[in-house]
């Protein structure tokens, strides 16, 4: 892990400790969720905040107008100017990242990854979800996306457990049998 992971990471815990603290976690929690949700959403604005170039009392009196008008948390807004002020703002998505890892776990969730050829109905999601949540014994949070690459089946990652029951994936192990053979 690199030394850039590795500081987000204690930046996170640092800010997951005192929202802990000051029992304002779920708060902090939104205040983030809403933030990624608008740096998504803003190529210019995640690119303005990377840049060195920009000076840091610009910057921060943009991030404190954008909080305000989000109704963040002043944690959150303590927090955003001290990374702006310690020059690690560039950290911010891998630091929401790894706040969002600490949240999970407290929560007792685990994160999916499900990858399928189409998209699935709300019945299948129910029944895969229920599924997982039973052999995993935590309550799943799926996150799906789409391959039409696999041709068929499913890939699924959650936490340790990685399973490949795609056709393209038996196709290809078919393929590597027929080769030796």
């Known amino acids: 892990m690199g030394s850039a992971a590795v500081t987000a990471r ?3 815990n640092a800010l997951f400790a005192s929202a802990l603290e000051e029992q304002a976690l779920e708060r902090v929690a939104n205040d983030i969720k809403n933030l990624q ?3 998504a959403g803003s190529t210019d604005l995640l ?11 610009h910057l921060e009196n943009s991030l404190i107008e954008i909080t305000k ?8 807004q ?9 020059h690690r703002i560039n950290l911010l998505t891998t630091i929401f990242s790894e706040f969002h890892k600490l949240l999970a776990l407290k929560r007792g969730e685990l994160t999916a ?4 050829v189409r998209k699935l109905n709300a019945t299948q999601i129910s029944r895969l979800t229920k599924a997982l949540s039973k052999i995993s014994g935590c309550k799943i949070v ?13 890939i699924i990652n ?19 049998e027929l080769r030796l053979s």
């Open 47 to 57: 690119s303005t905040l990377s840049n060195k170039a920009v000076a840091g009392d």
């Open 69 to 76: 008008k989000l109704k963040c948390h002043l944690m959150t």
């Open 113 to 116: 990854k499900v990858t399928t």
């Open 158 to 176: 959650a936490g340790s457990y990685q399973m490949d029951a795609s056709l393209r994936t038996q196709l290809n192990e078919l393929k590597n």
């Open 37 to 39: 949700a608008l740096l």
């Open 10 to 12: 204690r930046y996170a």
């Open 78 to 86: 303590n927090f955003l100017r001290m990374l702006i002020r310690s």
């Open 142 to 154: 799926p996150e799906f996306d789409v391959d039409s690459d696999i041709i068929g089946g499913v």
